[in-house]
């Protein structure tokens, strides 16, 4: 007796804002991230999106989008900067598709397949400019060293 296929629920995109993000942002942000992972081999078992505008007129680019995918287990980021919400999510699918794949070739060279790779594709070395995200402008006199302590430090003795 065959077994019938399994079928996989449709995926629930997780869409965060923060800022004043535009609206309808977040409605084409999912759609395009789905239609990005319906190409995906493999189950896509999360997915989150989030999109944050800065009210800081001094950056060039103050759209952030960020993704987090887990594949079959393994997670997944992918974080840009733009100018606008579309750009931003258009950017930020692309490089997840080629996380994505990267991340399918390296699995198969682990299991002993040829990695396939491309003599010309070299990622970020190809010649085109990284998006990622601008630090802020901040003037010299400004910037301080925030130190984050994560355990109490040993009393020493006099």
Do not use: W, Y
């Not at 399994?6 to 609206?23: K, Q, Y």
């Not at 079959?72 to 980021?77: C, E, L, M």
């Not at 992918?78 to 930020?92: G, K, M, N």
């Not at 040829?114 to 970020?124: N, T």
């Amino acid at each position: 007796m065959s077994k019938p296929p399994e079928t996989t629920p449709p995926l629930d995109v997780r869409i965060e804002t923060d800022g004043t993000v535009a609206p309808g942002a977040a409605e084409s942000a999912r759609a395009k991230v789905t239609a990005a992972l319906d190409a995906v081999r493999g189950l896509v078992l999360d997915a989150r999106v989030r999109l944050t505008r800065t009210d800081c007129q001094a950056t060039e680019r103050p759209v952030n989008a960020q993704i987090t995918v887990d594949v079959d287990g393994s997670r997944t980021r992918a974080h840009v900067s733009a100018a606008t919400e579309a750009e931003a999510v258009d950017l930020v699918c692309h490089r997840l598709t080629r996380q994505l794949e990267r991340l399918r070739r390296d699995r198969g060279a682990r299991r002993g397949m040829p990695p396939g790779r491309p003599r010309g594709d070299a990622g970020h070395h190809d010649g085109r400019p990284a998006n990622r995200p601008v630090p802020f402008p901040r003037p010299p006199h400004e910037r301080e060293i925030v130190r984050h302590k994560s355990f109490a430090l040993a009393r020493e003795t006099p």
